[in-house]
Each structure stands twice: as structure tokens, then as C-alpha cells.
């Protein structure tokens, strides 16, 4: 990691823009743009690294961020009272060139330490019932105050919601201001639990995502949320015009049970009032305000059922392989675009729902996109290829068809398999990663600076789709963390056929 990189990853921590560095430091902002951008770099003992360290030993205020320092510098302590040392510290990190490489939107997605790939394992908290209600108090009002109070209400409203007799609707708007939410840790991960409890029980949900997220928000929409969308459940929106940020304003909305709201001056939330209320008429009160924010606001997500809007959803997912980016797809299995023709054809005659005509004219539609794309630009795919004993067990199952899962006979594997070899070997441009064990059970496409692709293999057959710019990014960088190896693109393909060719030759034998 050189010194253009630690600038760029201490600016995105610390939400610095260009001209607010060079006020700082008392240079020319476009000096500062030549800095990270790689064009100019200060002398050893240059007295900028002084300033610029200085300047950030101020700016390290949030329990995320000093944990992303520290897993970056590679310190697991560092006194955070003490600014001096840490501006030191900061100095002699910034002067110094590491040997392994990475990029500082790569050490922000290691500092959210403890929360998985989506679709990965249990979140292990539990939110603790507060149990303040009693039968003679269902319609009070309850103040919090700071963020302290802000996290007790909304553990409060969760648990309502959870303890409710009926499935209910929850509508959620928060400000551009999301600290008192991921300052601890573990208040976050029991936030996400109750999320999820929340969806599964029934209940749905409607949120307008801020249109300025910071890499930060992006990346908590991609771990809370991202796996729920296709529940169907969940449902996002943006208002796609620019807001002041005067006023911080969250509000939660549990139809006919609660509601929360807490306003405050910009990021001032520690002076912020925290309300929660379950008299119906505030309620419903609350509930008007966030539905006439909704009018204004415009779809961030769009969500198709095979079921009920096939066309749509073929549509959709068309579009998406016709459009022209660089692509990463992360599979729950071997993928469909390298699956051979005559393997889809087996499928489809094992079927009583699927016609192997329309399913081939599928088929080569997409092919052909991803053919044009391979010309020009990179096609990445992260999975997980199945055990010999799953794989002779014919328990390997391909990636939904239709809306039907099929399983392989080790002999339909091991042709999926020398396809795939062969398109490594044809296709500069194709790339594969391999994970060591499958870690989810659906597939998440997503197109650089275009959408993200969520399908759900399990019955329903769904995708959802999102095109908000700042989620794409946030799940364009997840996906790249996925896959750093720390070897070139040659190397790492020659490991991977190696791998593929390796177990071929063992079906091979067993056949």
C-alpha cells in the first residue's frame, strides 16, 4: 500500500474532501488531487506528512474508524487520547511502503469485522426484551436522549414489533447521519438480528435509502439488507434530489404499533431527542409523514417472481447480460452461462415444465451478450465447486432453471466442468475464483456502475434488482474483497484448472 493509497483510504475513512485537506495543511487543493492520484508524492521527511498526519490523529472519532486504522497500520492497540503519539504513529505509516498491496476501499471492508457475506451464518446477537409496556400503558410516549437513548428506543420498537399478534407493515427513514448505529458493535449486529426475525416472521418492510450515502452506508446496506430483498419482503426507495443536511431526521413506522422519530442538527446527534410513541393517533400521525415522503420518492429496488411476472423478470435479467461493464457474479454453485448445451438439454428432458427449445434460445441469447462483453471487458465469477462425495452422490445441484433446481450425474458434472476449463482457456477476459466451501445458496451479479442482480434459487424463483449507484458500489468493492488472492490473473487461472482438471480426472476414474 503506497502513499497515495494510505491518503486515499484515510479521506474515504474520515469522509475528507480534497479542499478541506488542503485548508489544512495550507496547499493548493489541486496539489492534494495530484497526491492521491498518484502524479506527485512528498519527499522522505517532507513536512506535508507531518501536517496531513496531524490533521487525521483529529479526525479518528468512531469505533469503526479506529478499528480500521489499527487493522491497517497493523497495530491491534493504539491510544487513541493520546494525539500526538497517534499523529506520529499516523506519520511513520504514511513515509513507510508496505510490501503487499491494497487498495482502501479493501481495509474499510475488513474493518466490519465480525459480519459475513450475505446469505453466510446467524447473526449470534439477540436483542434483550425490554418489557416496559405494561397493560396499562400500551398508548404512552416515551424521550431518549443522545444516541445511547436513540439505540434503547429503537431495541424498544424492535421488540414490539417482534412481541406484536399481527404482521405489520414497518416503513424506516434514517438521515445522512448513521453513527449512533454502528459506533457499537454490537448494538449493530442485534439491530441486522432483529431486521432479519423481523422479515421472517412475516412482517415487511419499505425504507428510503439517503441518495448521499458514504462508503460506510453503502456497505451496511449491503450486509442488513442485501440478503432480504429476495425474501420479497423488503422493499427500498431513494428521493433522488439533493437534501439539505440541517436537519437529521430518523423515523420508524410499525403500522398500528409504534412509531420513533429523533431529530438533530446535522451529525450533532448526541444533543438529538429520541421519541417513541405507541398512542395510534401519533402513530398514524407519524405514519402520514413518511408516506408523503414516499410519494417524492423514486424505486431502488425492483423485485420479480417467477410465479407472477415471468416476462418481466426474463426481461430483467436479459437486460442485465445485454449490458456492456465489467461483471462479477458470486454462484451458489456452477454457474449457468458455462453450463453445456447438452447438459441444459438433459435437464430440460427431466422436466415436465421446461421446454429444452425455449431453454437453449435462453441459453445462447445471454451466451451471445457475454461473448460481446468478453471482448472488451472482465467477467469474474466467485463459487464454490461441490465435493467428490456430493458429486457422486448426485447431490450437486445446478443453479435454479426456470425456477427448478436440477441435480448432476457425476458424468453431466464432470462436462460442466471441461466446459468451464475450456472457456478459461478461449476467454482472456474470464476469470474464476474459487472459494473453499459454498457460502450461499443463491447468486448476486453485479455490473460495474450499472445494477446488482440478486436471484434466489429456492421456490419462489426470484431476482431482485437494484440500480441505486451507491449500493453497486459498495457490493462491487464486497466482491472484490471476495476474491483477493495476492497473484496475477495468469497465476491464479493456472490454480484454478489445476484444481478443476484434478477432480475431473478423479470423477474420471470413478466413472
Known amino acids: 500500500m503506497v502513499f497515495k493509497d494510505k491518503l486515499s483510504f484515510l479521506m474515504g475513512l474520515t469522509e475528507t474532501k480534497n479542499r478541506q485537506l488542503a485548508k489544512a495543511i495550507t496547499v493548493d487543493p489541486s496539489l492534494v488531487s495530484r497526491f492521491r492520484s498518484g502524479n506527485r508524492t512528498p519527499p522522505d521527511n517532507a513536512e506535508y506528512i507531518k501536517s496531513i498526519a496531524d490533521y487525521f490523529s483529529t479526525r479518528l472519532t468512531t469505533e469503526l474508524q479506529k478499528d480500521a486504522i489499527k487493522l491497517a497500520i497493523g497495530k491491534s492497540y493504539i491510544d487513541f487520547s493520546d494525539k500526538e503519539n497517534i499523529s506520529q504513529i499516523i506519520e511513520f505509516w504514511l513515509s513507510s511502503n508496505d510490501s503487499i498491496p491494497q487498495s482502501y476501499g479493501n481495509m474499510l471492508l475488513q474493518s466490519f469485522e465480525g459480519i459475513k457475506f450475505p446469505f453466510s451464518e446467524e447473526f449470534a446477537e439477540e436483542i434483550c426484551p425490554l418489557n416496559i409496556l405494561s397493560n396499562d400503558n400500551k398508548q404512552m410516549v416515551y424521550t431518549y436522549y443522545g444516541n445511547k437513548g436513540k439505540q434503547q428506543a429503537t431495541s424498544l420498537l424492535f421488540e414490539l414489533v417482534l412481541s406484536a399478534e399481527k404482521v405489520s407493515e414497518i416503513k424506516i427513514t434514517n438521515g445522512n447521519s448513521m453513527e449512533w448505529l454502528w459506533e457499537d458493535r454490537r448494538f449493530s449486529r442485534q439491530v441486522s438480528n432483529s431486521i432479519k426475525k423481523v422479515v421472517m416472521q412475516g412482517h415487511t418492510i419499505t425504507r428510503i435509502i439517503p441518495r448521499d450515502q458514504n462508503i460506510t452506508m453503502s456497505l451496511d446496506t449491503v450486509n442488513r439488507w442485501l440478503p432480504l430483498y429476495s425474501t420479497g419482503r423488503v422493499c427500498s426507495y431513494y428521493y433522488p ?35 417513541l410513541t405507541t398512542n395510534p393517533e401519533m402513530v398514524q400521525c407519524l405514519e402520514s409523514e413518511i408516506d408523503d415522503y414516499l410519494e417524492l420518492c423514486l424505486p431502488a429496488t425492483s423485485f420479480y417472481d417467477y410465479d407472477k411476472s415471468y416476462e418481466e423478470l426474463y426481461q ?8 456492456q461493464a465489467d461483471c462479477i457474479n458470486i454462484v451458489g454453485g456452477l454457474s449457468y452461462i458455462t453450463t453445456p448445451k447438452e447438459v441444459l438439454q438433459d435437464f430440460a428432458q427431466s422436466s415436465d415444465n421446461i421446454s429444452a427449445f425455449d431453454l437453449i434460445h435462453h441459453f445462447e441469447s445471454e451466451y451471445a451478450d457475454i461473448e460481446r462483453l468478453l471482448q472488451r471487458y472482465r467477467y ?15 447431490k450437486a445441484s445446478s443453479c435454479a432453471i426456470n425456477g427448478k433446481v436440477f ?38 451479479y453485479v455490473k460495474k456502475g ?8 429456492k421456490s419462489p424463483y426470484s431476482v431482485c434488482e437494484t440500480k441505486n449507484l451507491n449500493m453497486v458500489d459498495a457490493v462491487w468493492e464486497y466482491a472484490k474483497n471476495e476474491m483477493e488472492q495476492g497473484c496475477s490473473d495468469e497465476a491464479n487461472k493456472m490454480q484454478v484448472m489445476m484444481k478443476i482438471n484434478k477432480l475431473i480426472l478423479r470423477l474420471e476414474d470413478y466413472a
Not at 462436462?415 to 482457456?425: G, S, T, Y
Open 241 to 275: 434530489y439533493h437534501r439539505d443536511k440541517i436537519f437529521n431526521r430518523t423515523l420508524y413506522v410499525a403500522h398500528g404499533i409504534a412509531a420513533l422519530v429523533s431529530t438533530s442538527v446535522g451529525n450533532k446527534t448526541e444533543s438529538g431527542l429520541t421519541i
Open 450 to 457: 450499472y445494477s446488482i442482480l440478486a436471484i434466489l434459487y
Open 316 to 323: 430483467c435479467v436479459s437486460s442485465f447480460y445485454a449490458y
Open 407 to 444: 441435480f448432476y450425474t457425476p458424468n453431466a458434472y464432470i462436462k460442466h466442468l471441461k466446459n468451464i476449463v475450456a472457456m478459461l482457456e478461449k476467454y482472456e477476459n474470464y476469470h474464476i475464483f474459487l472459494f473453499n466451501e459454498r457460502k450461499i445458496e443463491s447468486c448476486i
Open 380 to 394: 469474474t465469477e466467485i463459487f464454490a465447486i461441490d465435493s467428490f462425495e456430493d458429486i457422486i452422490s448426485g
